[in-house]
C-alpha cells in the first residue's frame, strides 16, 4: 500500500530564517507530487507540483521554491522566511496513470509558524 | 479563471438531522469535483469523487450530486453525528492533476 510522510510535523521559526520541508511517498512510482498551503481564512492553495524528478511548475509567484531529487520526494525550501509564509503545508500525490480519474492522496501536513 | 466557492462557511445541527453542503465552480470544463474532510490539525481525506460525465456518487450516508452545466455540487449527510463534525472542503480538478479548491464548510453537529 501507498504511504506519504511529511516532515517535520510542527516548526516555529524567526522572520529571515530558511526552510525545509520534506514529503516522502513509498509504494508507487513515479507519482505527481503537489505542494499546497492553508492560510490562516484561506482556502487550499496549489504551489508547486510536479511530474518527474527534477521537473518543478510554479503557480504562484512567491518566496518558496521546491525540488525533486528523488522520485518519491519532494522538498519545500525558502532562503528567508517572512510573516506571510506562515501556514498549514500539504504534500500530495497521485498516480499519474490515475489523473483526472483518481483522488490525490495528503500528507499529514506540516504547521509553519513564523514569527 | 476556475473559482470555487462554498456556502454556508460554517453550519451548526443537532444530531440526526440531514444536512446539505454547496460548492459552485465557474468554469465548466473540469475533470471531476472531488469532496474532502478535514480534521481539525490534520490532512485531507478523500470522502467523493465523481467525473464529469457523472451525476452522483454515492458512499454510505454520503450522496454528492454534479450539475455540470449550472456550476454546482451539493453533499448531502443523511442522518448526521457527531463524529461529521469537521471542515468538508470540495475541489475541482483541472489539468495536469491540479486541485482548486472552495474555502470550506465548517460543520458542527451537537449530541
Known amino acids: 500500500s501507498q504511504t506519504i510522510h511529511q516532515w517535520p510535523a510542527t516548526l516555529v521559526q524567526p522572520v529571515g530564517s530558511p526552510l525545509s520541508l520534506e514529503c516522502t511517498v513509498e509504494g508507487t512510482s513515479n507519482p505527481n507530487l503537489y505542494w499546497y498551503r492553508q492560510a490562516a481564512g484561506r482556502g487550499l492553495q496549489l504551489l508547486f507540483y510536479?511530474?518527474?524528478?527534477?521537473?518543478i511548475s510554479s503557480e504562484v509567484p512567491q518566496n518558496l521554491s521546491a525540488s525533486r531529487p528523488q522520485d518519491r520526494q519532494f522538498i519545500l525550501s525558502s532562503k528567508k522566511l517572512l510573516l506571510s509564509d506562515s501556514g498549514f503545508y500539504l504534500c500530495?500525490?497521485?498516480?499519474?496513470?490515475?489523473?483526472?480519474?483518481?483522488?490525490?492522496?495528503f500528507g499529514p501536513g506540516t504547521r509553519l509558524t513564523v514569527l | 479563471k476556475q473559482e470555487v466557492t462554498q456556502i454556508p462557511a460554517a453550519l451548526s445541527v443537532p444530531e440526526g438531522e440531514n444536512l446539505v453542503l454547496n460548492c459552485s465552480f465557474t468554469d465548466s470544463a473540469i475533470y471531476n469535483l472531488q469532496w474532502f474532510r478535514q480534521d481539525p490539525g490534520k490532512g485531507l481525506t478523500s470522502l467523493l469523487l465523481i467525473q464529469s460525465s457523472q451525476r452522483e456518487q454515492t458512499s454510505g450516508r454520503l450522496n454528492a450530486s454534479l450539475d455540470k452545466s449550472s456550476g454546482r455540487s451539493t453533499l448531502y449527510i443523511a442522518a448526521s453525528q457527531p463524529g461529521d463534525s469537521a471542515t468538508y472542503l470540495c475541489a475541482v480538478e483541472v489539468n495536469t492533476g491540479k486541485l482548486i479548491f472552495g474555502q470550506g464548510t465548517t460543520l458542527q453537529v451537537k449530541p
Open positions: 500530495a500525490w497521485i498516480s499519474v496513470e490515475r489523473e483526472g480519474t483518481d483522488t490525490q492522496y
Open positions: 510536479s511530474v518527474g524528478i527534477g521537473q
